[in-house]
Every structure is written in structure tokens, then in C-alpha cells.
């Protein structure tokens, strides 16, 4: 069945350590993966996608099918870095998107 | 730019009730897409429109229907109310029907509340 995993509800990091929010997928087809993230009494927005290659606010995420991983890095957390994060998978076979449960990145000071 | 706009911002309905959620796309974005988000979980996609025509649905039951008007704005219905549908509705807009499943902006959402 399809699915995204992100295994952990809440990560706490002091700020200036690195930061990886874990995200796997399970799907037979090919996948298009994203990133959305949402800050505290804003809207949910998209940070980064797979196929862009890009590095948006510091952060990275590399698709690797191997591992059927999309993990979300950044080397140095910032207090503003604190949000809700979610993964995204699009199943370009199924025309259907489907979104983890979430992880709360609480970044210390 | 008003961004998404979505109304009511909160709603109180009763079992067996229905219900009709509004949204206002960003101007010049022909794509709307529904999304369902219960509390913990992430969005769950619902439907997706482009120019006026349904062009994806999630696993939802019939009692959930939505359309897109001439102007782009959208409705979702919702029929029969069970005390699940509680949930907090998003809707996205996108320009393009290539960036249908890459919303990049949602509106604030409508709570629903069921009793």
C-alpha cells in the first residue's frame, strides 16, 4: 500500500546542531516527494521538492530510491527553524497525493 | 493579493446535517484542490479541480462532492455529516494544471466541528 512515514512526532534540536527530519515512502510506481512546512499562525506551505534540486532557507533533501527516503536536512538549526514539517508524496500512476502525520521540529535555544 | 480565501472560518453542524465550504483562489490560479486535515494527522486530499473539470479524487464516500465555477472559486459539499468529518478543510490554488500536486497556497483552512 502507499504510504509516508515520518517515525518521529516531535524532534528537538539546539539551535546551531544539525537538523534531519526523516521521511519514507512506500510506492511502486515513480514518485514525485515534497516538503511542506508550517510556522506557528501561518499557512501550510511548500518548502522544497524533490525534482527541483534546490536548497530553500538552508534546508536539503535528497530522494533516494534505494531507500525509498526523502530525509530533510539542514546543517545548522535556527530558532525560527521551529515548525510544523510535513512530507508529501505525489503517485504520478494514481494522480493522488498523500501527506505524512507531521513532524514538530522545536529548535532550543 | 488576499491570498486563498476560505469561509466560513468555522462551522458547528449537527450529525446527518450537510455542509458547503467556500474558496477563493488566488487571481489568475485555475487549480483548487480540498484537503481534509483531522487533528494529528496530516492533510488528506479530497479533490482536484482545473478549469472548471474534476481532475483527481481521494478515497472520500460520495456524500463528499465539490465543483469549480467560471470565476475559479470552489465549493465543497458534504452530505449526511458523521461525527468523522470533523476536521479542519484546507484548500490550495495553483496556476498551472502542471503544479496541480504542488500547492503552494493554501488558505487558512474551515473548522468543522460536528456534534
Known amino acids: 500500500a502507499q504510504r509516508v512515514t515520518q517515525p518521529e512526532k516531535l524532534l528537538s534540536v539546539f539551535k546551531g546542531a544539525p537538523v534531519e527530519l526523516k521521511c519514507n515512502y512506500s510506492?511502486?510506481?515513480?514518485?514525485?516527494l515534497f516538503w511542506y512546512v508550517q510556522y506557528s499562525r501561518q499557512r501550510l506551505q511548500l518548502l522544497l521538492r524533490?525534482?527541483s534540486r534546490e536548497s530553500i532557507k538552508g534546508f536539503t533533501a535528497d530522494l533516494n530510491k534505494g531507500e525509498t527516503s526523502f530525509h530533510l536536512k539542514k546543517p545548522f538549526a535556527q530558532e525560527e527553524d521551529s515548525a510544523m514539517y510535513y512530507c508529501?508524496?505525489?503517485?504520478?500512476?494514481?494522480?493522488?497525493?498523500?501527506f505524512g502525520k507531521g513532524t514538530r521540529l522545536h529548535i532550543l535555544p | 493579493d488576499a491570498g486563498v480565501t476560505q469561509s466560513p472560518t468555522h462551522l458547528i453542524k449537527t450529525r446527518g446535517q450537510h455542509v458547503t465550504l467556500r474558496c477563493s483562489p488566488i487571481?489568475?490560479?485555475?487549480?483548487v484542490s480540498w484537503y481534509q486535515q483531522v487533528l494529528g494527522q496530516g492533510p488528506q486530499f479530497i479533490f482536484q479541480?482545473?478549469?472548471?473539470?474534476?481532475?483527481g479524487r481521494g478515497n472520500f464516500p460520495d456524500r463528499f462532492s465539490a465543483r469549480q465555477f467560471p470565476n475559479y472559486s470552489s465549493e465543497l459539499n458534504v452530505n449526511a455529516l458523521l461525527l468523522g468529518d470533523s476536521a479542519l478543510y484546507l484548500c490550495?490554488?495553483?496556476?498551472?494544471?502542471?503544479?496541480?500536486?504542488?500547492?503552494?497556497?493554501f488558505g487558512d483552512g474551515t473548522r468543522l466541528s460536528i456534534l
Open positions: 490550495a490554488s495553483s496556476r498551472l494544471l502542471a503544479d496541480r500536486y504542488q500547492p503552494q497556497h
Open positions: 510506492y511502486s510506481g515513480s514518485p514525485e
Open positions: 524533490h525534482i
Open positions: 508529501a508524496l505525489f503517485m504520478n500512476r494514481d494522480d493522488k497525493i498523500i
Open positions: 487571481s489568475g490560479h485555475k487549480s
Open positions: 479541480y482545473y478549469e472548471k473539470e474534476e481532475r
